[in-house]
């Protein structure tokens, strides 16, 4: 048995809906599959994803504000008036500040752009960068993903004599700020038929009507905000990323082949997944660390040196938030492993001193991810007396609700069901864990505790080839809310094997059932090489893609995770070298065993732990459900009883066999009826001393012959003594298989032949058979 690193929760579509899709839209049965899992259950609700075109992007004049903030703008452009874009430092406050720059520097707009710095500024507006902007001239702000939330930095601008546009994609509060214009496109609720914008959707809008026409060199930034502020790939933000990503793939922009260089990536394979793992992260980072404002600058980047120059910038500054990340991530892991109250707690909350605020809530994140508990994670600021942090949640944990709950230690908090940020006093920070540990056992059952993964496209072998898989890009963009799918392979065979890599750590599988076969990959998962067993049935989850080598097209499945319900067999008998295969067994969930005390003396100092010497009177329920049977055993019931009574997960077969029996073989009637003869004819003789001429002259080995001399002497055939071996005349006739040494060796030449010398699938038949009754 492998346990699988998530509980799998499979759905099974319809077939009946499979067929339906496939006849009527001509797609494969995955893309069917995909399209069912994605709620479409007709060929006219799947349309628009196999489709995306202009139909699904409105008219920006339907968004409220739209019109009057087209007024002002052209207003402050007829008069030569000081323009301020007050953007965001993440990825979509970057490109949406860059869209709103691009239209109004092309409009002739006297414009500069101002990003608040999260260390020194926060998030949104801020009193001191607007009082700046005031002293120096600028009598309009309009802001790009942000705003909604700066109630009191707003009314500052108007007191002061500034107007205020305010284009933001957030949730608003209750009261809204008193900006001149507000264009969301959720305010009012309803008004515009798409209310999922990014910040960079919404400053596209509004470059869409400054021009007048639909401005197609803008697409790239689009797709870059919109992919990486994580919003749902649905309706007209799908028709926007598509456009964008394929505008990345073709642009001149010196800016794009730059973050290609510096990412590793290839611009004309550039993907949702490209900009969500490579290009997203670079724009984040430089505002995470500090000041955003190169961001801005490097999209803006004309020359190629520039955006080489800058691209760097970005890709270092990536470098070392990912080695701060990497460093917090580890202090907090040891913190909670030292920590008893801090492990067992449902909810972990960790603070360090110096820890960056900027990446706590990536810490906070992989957190989640290796313990499954919701988590925060705190900066702690000495002088200030504060901690600062972020936190993530799990499903069943609402955080902003449970936060709530302690607005007494709470002045400052804020965020969703799974994630939020937070401000409080050091000194309360021991007492939050403990409050939200009460609270996590109220509401967590033991079931939501174990982190589950959704698996919404079960696919067979032979559903699998290359035009399938080309076929899902199809349906791409993938993202929140149209997520890329989870395939499971169910129930396939191991055909071969091999770890790969210079460090062995990668597994390379080929796969197989009734009906085809299929290469997989598992990065990281090189341990997993020890773990299988083959001819056992396992099942997979993870994704399709297309391994294609000197123009060689195969389709080829990437392995997320591994699960094996059934018990496995691992051969190692006639291994002759034990550490090599010891290093293999996971010793703390093992039992060693020997039926033997013979085996147990030889083997005591080589095995890791105390080795168990099974005996009828052995309580055989202490044992592991993994063993190492090192011997065989003299009864196979001692060994069929173990079977019965342990629930096995893994049988490790040594099988030690000092002096095989099976190997010498039993002796025919006609070699026991020629020694009996020849014995007869010698008054007494001397075993010890002439076996090995007997041997010779017989043809049989000396352990042959010592067995059929007991074999005489338990029938009463002969006596022994002083090392000579008499016949006696008058011993009754009996049958040789009555012997008791007869019939020992009779048992373990077939228990030898079945256990130690049979085949693979001979052996694992054995087990089966038994371990099934």
């Known amino acids: 048995m492998i346990q699988s690193q998530k509980l799998w929760t499979i759905d099974e579509p319809e077939q009946q809906l499979i067929e339906q899709l496939t006849s009527q839209l001509g797609v494969s049965t995955i893309a069917a599959k995909i399209l069912i899992a994605r709620g479409c259950k007709t060929a006219e609700q799947a349309a628009p994803l196999l489709k995306i075109d202009a139909s699904q992007y409105h008219d920006p004049f339907l968004m409220a504000g739209m019109d009057e903030a087209v ?40 414009v500069d752009f101002v990003i608040p710095n999260r260390f020194k500024h926060g998030y949104g507006p801020n009193a001191e960068l607007f009082r700046e902007a005031h002293a120096n001239g600028f009598g309009l ?37 008193d900006a001149n214009i507000i264009v969301h496109p959720r305010i009012p609720a309803g008004h515009y ?36 502020d994580l919003v749902p790939l649905v309706g007209e933000n799908r028709y926007l990323v598509q456009r964008g990503l394929k505008a990345l793939q073709e642009s001149y922009n010196p800016w794009v082949p730059a973050l290609c260089e510096a990412s590793g990536a290839n611009q004309q394979d550039i993907t949702e997944e490209t900009v969500g793992f490579y290009f997203g992260p670079r724009l984040n980072a430089i505002g995470r660390l500090g000041d955003a404002q190169p961001g801005v600058e490097f999209l803006m980047s004309e020359s190629q040196p ?55 809530g990536i810490v906070a994140a992989r957190l989640v991810e290796k313990y499954y508990r919701p988590t925060i994670v705190l900066s702690i600021d000495r002088e200030k007396g504060m901690a600062k942090g972020s936190a993530r ?58 982190q589950k993964l959704h698996i919404d496209v079960p696919i067979e072998l032979n559903e699998i080839s290359v035009e399938a898989i080309e076929e899902i890009r199809g ?46 990959i598992g990065f990281g998962k090189g341990y997993l090489f020890d773990e299988i067993s083959y001819g056992i049935e396992l099942s997979l989850v993870g994704d399709l893609q297309i391994n294609e080598w000197q123009g060689n097209k195969k389709p080829q499945f990437m392995i997320q995770d591994i699960g094996v319900k059934d018990w496995q067999l691992y051969d190692y008998r006639g291994k002759s070298q034990t550490a090599n295969w010891l290093a293999k067994i996971p010793v703390e969930q093992t039992d060693f065993i020997a039926f033997s005390g013979q085996t147990k003396h030889e083997y005591a100092q080589a095995m890791p732990k105390e ?4 005996t009828a009177q052995t309580d055989l329920t202490k044992l592991e459900r993994n063993i190492v049977l090192l011997d065989l055993p003299e009864n196979v019931v001692l060994l069929e009883n173990l079977l019965q009574v342990v629930k096995i997960e893994r049988i490790y077969a040594h099988f030690y066999t000092k002096n095989s029996v099976y190997m010498n073989g039993m002796p025919s009637r006609d070699h026991f009826k020629w020694y009996y003869g020849f014995l007869k004819k010698r008054p007494t003789f001397n075993l010890n001393q002439h076996i ?34 008499t016949v006696n005349e008058n011993a009754p006739k009996t049958a040789l298989s009555e012997a008791p040494s007869y019939k020992m060796r009779s048992q373990q030449i077939e228990l030898e032949q079945k256990l130690l010398y049979a085949t693979y699938s001979e052996l694992k038949q054995w087990f089966d058979e038994r371990l099934s009754s």
């Open 71 to 110: 007024a002002r703008i052209e207003q402050a452009l007829e008069t030569g008036e000081k323009i301020l874009v007050y953007g965001d430092y993440d990825a979509d406050g970057i490109t949406s500040t860059t869209v709103m720059l691009n239209v109004l520097l092309d409009l002739g707009a006297d």
């Open 141 to 177: 702000i309009i802001t790009v993903d942000n705003g909604i939330s700066g109630i009191e930095p707003v009314k500052l601008a108007r007191e002061l004599g500034m107007d205020v546009i305010i284009t933001d994609h957030h949730e608003a509060g209750e009261i809204l700020p």
């Open 193 to 228: 038929p798409f209310g999922e914008l990014a910040g960079v959707g919404v400053a596209f809008k509004l470059a869409h009507a400054l021009y007048g026409e639909l401005p197609d060199h803008l697409f790239e930034y689009v797709a870059i905000g919109t992919i990486a």
């Open 306 to 360: 520039d955006a080489n120059r800058l691209a760097k910038q970005l890709n270092d500054k990536n470098t070392e938030r990912k080695k701060i990340v990497e460093d917090i991530a580890d202090e907090a892991i040891a913190l909670i492993e030292s920590t008893p109250a801090l492990k067992e707690s449902l909810v972990l909350v960790v603070a360090g001193e110096g820890w960056n605020p900027g990446v706590v």
């Open 393 to 450: 949640s799990i499903e069943g944990f609402h955080l902003f609700n449970e936060l709530a709950k302690n607005r007494d230690i709470l002045p400052h908090f804020g965020g969703h069901p799974m994630a939020a940020g937070m401000t409080l006093a050091i000194e309360h920070v021991d007492e939050l864990r403990i409050r939200l540990h009460q609270q996590a056992s109220a509401c967590l059952t033991e079931d939501q505790l174990i």
């Open 475 to 520: 349906l791409a963009p993938f993202g929140t809310e149209f997520p890329k799918p989870n395939f499971a392979i169910q129930y396939v065979k191991v055909k071969s094997m091999r770890k790969i890599g210079s460090a062995e750590n990668h597994l390379k599988m080929e796969l197989e059932d009734a009906y085809g076969s299929l290469d997989a």
């Open 611 to 614: 080795i168990v010497h099974v």
């Open 692 to 725: 090995q001429q007997l041997s010779q002259h017989i043809g049989l080995n000396s352990e042959v012959i010592k067995f059929m001399t007991k074999v005489f002497f338990e029938l009463g055939f002969v006596t022994i003594e002083n090392g000579l071996t």
